[in-house]
C-alpha cells in the first residue's frame, strides 16, 4: 500500500488541475481528470484445498488507486487528438487470482503496490460528417466539444482500449461509476487485445446513420498471456473485432442491441495438445505457436423501462481451444441486470444497481484445469467443475458534479469454476472524483 501523505498529495491533484485551467465552450482544448481509490475485502470461506492461483480462503483487505489525466485538442476539421496520463498503485485481493469475474474493474491495469505512471491512451479520431444536421456535442473525457451529424464515418487510431469503441452499454460499462465486476462491465467471453492494464495499440473504423453503426477495428495482441509486452510480429499476433448496432425505442423509451465478432491470433497454446503431452502435469505454455486462432460472439442488449430505470443484458460464446491470453479465462457468459437512480426518495444523482453473471469453460479448459493445469488467473491443482456464478450489488452516492462514493457487496459461488470452494462474499468501498 501507499504511503499516507503521497496517497493525500495525489487526492490533490484533481482539484489542483481545475483551479488552474478549464477549457471554455469555445476552447479547441478539452481537459478533464479523475481519481478512484477503491477497498475491497472478504472474510474466510470453505475450501478443502488450494492451488497456486486460488482465491486467498482467509480474511483479506485490498486498496487499488488510480488517477487519469484527459488532454484532448480539436486540430483540423474533424481531427481531434487524445493523450490520457495515468498514474497507478495498489493490488486487487489475491493478486487478481482465483476468480474468473475478479471484483475490482480497475485491478487490471494495476500491476504493483508501488505507485507508477504511464501513458494510457494517444489516439487521433478523424471524423468524416455525411449528409444531414449537425448536433453539438458536449465536452468530457476523451471528446473535445463538436458538432456531428448522426450519419458519418470515424477513424480512431493509436494506443487505446478495445472497449472504448467496442461492447459500450449504458447501464454497464464503467468501473470506475457503475459495476465493478469484471463479468458485468465487459462482454467476459470477449478476450479482447490488450495489455496487462487493459490498453493497447490498433485503430478502428466507426460508420453511423441514424439507429445504425457498424464498427471493425484490428489491435495488437501482448507477446505473453496478460503481459504489459505487446507482440510487435503483427502478422502472427493480432486481433480483430467487429461490431453492429441498433438503436431503437420500445414505448417511448431509448434502447440498443449489438452483435459482436472476434478473431485473435496470438502466440496461443493448446489445452488439448498440453494434456496429451503431459496428462498427469498439463502446462499449456509448453505448446505455444505462433499464428494460433481463437474466434467468438458476443450479444450485448439494453433498455430502458423508464426514465428512472433500465435493463441490461450481455452473451457471450468463444471456441476455447486456445489459452486464454489477455482479458480472464471464460469461454461462456450471461450476465443481466438493472440499474436505476433514487429519484423515489430525492436522491435522483444517487444510482442503485444489481448484477447477475454466470461464466463458464469449455471441454478442453475443464479437462486441463483439473489435470492439475494453471492459467494465467485460475487454477486450484484440481477441479469438481461448476459455473462460477457471481451477484453484484452497489449503491452510488453522488457528490454533487464531481464524483460518487459507492457501497458494494459481491456474492461469488464456485470459485473458479470449482464447486469445491466458497461460497465468498466480497465487500466494497469505492470513491471516485472527476472534473
Known amino acids: 500500500m501507499m504511503k499516507r501523505p503521497r496517497l493525500l498529495a495525489l487526492l490533490c491533484l ?12 469555445d476552447s479547441p482544448w478539452s481537459l478533464h481528470a479523475q481519481l478512484t481509490y477503491q477497498l475491497q475485502g472478504h472474510g474466510g470461506f470453505n475450501a478443502p484445498y488450494a492451488g497456486d492461483n486460488s482465491l486467498q480462503d482467509r480474511r483479506e483487505v485490498r486498496g487499488s488507486y488510480t ?9 483540423w476539421e474533424g481531427a481531434e487528438l487524445y493523450a490520457n496520463a495515468e498514474a497507478f498503485a495498489g493490488a486487487g485481493v489475491s ?44 465536452d468530457g473525457p476523451n471528446q473535445a466539444a463538436t458538432r456531428q451529424s448522426r450519419r458519418r464515418v470515424a477513424l480512431t487510431a493509436g494506443k487505446l482500449s478495445g472497449t472504448d469503441i467496442f461492447d459500450g452499454n449504458t447501464y454497464s460499462h464503467d468501473a470506475r461509476t457503475q459495476f465493478n465486476n469484471w463479468s458485468l462491465w465487459a462482454n467476459a467471453a470477449w478476450d479482447y487485445p490488450a495489455d496487462t492494464r487493459g490498453y493497447t ?12 453503426a457498424l464498427r471493425a477495428g484490428s489491435l495488437m495482441e501482448p507477446k505473453e498471456a496478460n503481459q504489459l509486452e505487446l507482440d510487435h510480429e503483427v502478422r502472427h499476433a493480432h486481433g480483430e473485432v467487429i461490431e453492429l448496432e441498433h438503436d431503437h425505442e420500445l414505448g417511448g423509451q431509448k434502447g440498443a442491441l449489438r452483435l459482436l465478432a472476434f478473431q485473435n ?9 498440453a494434456l496429451a503431452l503431459a496428462p498427469a502435469a498439463p502446462d499449456v505454455t509448453a505448446t505455444r505457436a505462433p499464428g494460433r486462432v481463437k474466434h467468438g460472439f458476443g450479444l450485448n442488449a439494453e433498455q430502458a423501462v423508464t426514465p428512472d430505470l433500465g435493463l ?40 442503485a444497481g444489481l448484477g447477475f453473471a454466470a461464466n463458464g469453460l469449455n471441454r478442453d479448459h ?43 457487496a459481491q456474492r461469488f459461488e464456485n470459485l473458479a469454476f470449482n464447486h469445491d470452494r466458497g461460497p465468498a462474499t466480497l465487500y466494497g468501498l469505492r470513491l471516485h472524483l472527476q472534473l
Do not use: C
Open 95 to 138: 493478486r487478481v487470482l482465483g476468480l474468473a469475474a475478479p471484483p475490482n474493474g480497475e485491478t487490471y491495469r494495476v500491476d504493483s503496490p508501488t505507485l507508477k505512471v504511464g501513458l494510457a491512451r494517444l489516439f487521433l479520431r478523424q471524423t468524416w460528417n455525411l449528409d444531414g444536421p449537425l448536433e453539438a456535442v458536449e
Open 366 to 408: 475443464r479437462d486441463y484445469l483439473a489435470a492439475g493445469g494453471y492459467g494465467f488467473m485460475v487454477g486450484d491443482g484440481r477441479l469438481a467443475y461448476a459455473a462460477e456464478r457471481v451477484l453484484d450489488v452497489y449503491y452510488a452516492v453522488a457528490l454533487g458534479a464531481f464524483g460518487s462514493l459507492s457501497l458494494e
Open 201 to 212: 495499440w490498433g485503430l478502428a473504423l466507426e460508420w453511423l446513420h441514424d439507429d445504425w
Open 67 to 75: 488517477t487519469t489525466f484527459f488532454i484532448g485538442r480539436r486540430l
Open 312 to 351: 441490461f443484458l450481455r452473451a457471450g460464446w468463444n471456441d476455447g481451444r486456445t489459452e486464454s491470453w489477455a482479458f480472464t479465462e471464460v469461454e461462456r457468459t450471461l450476465s443481466m441486470g438493472l440499474s436505476a437512480n433514487a429519484r423515489a426518495w430525492g436522491r435522483s444523482a444517487d444510482r
Open 265 to 273: 491470433h496470438a502466440r496461443m497454446g493448446s489445452y488439448r495438445e
Open 14 to 25: 484533481p482539484a489542483a488541475l481545475a483551479a488552474q485551467s478549464q477549457a471554455g465552450p
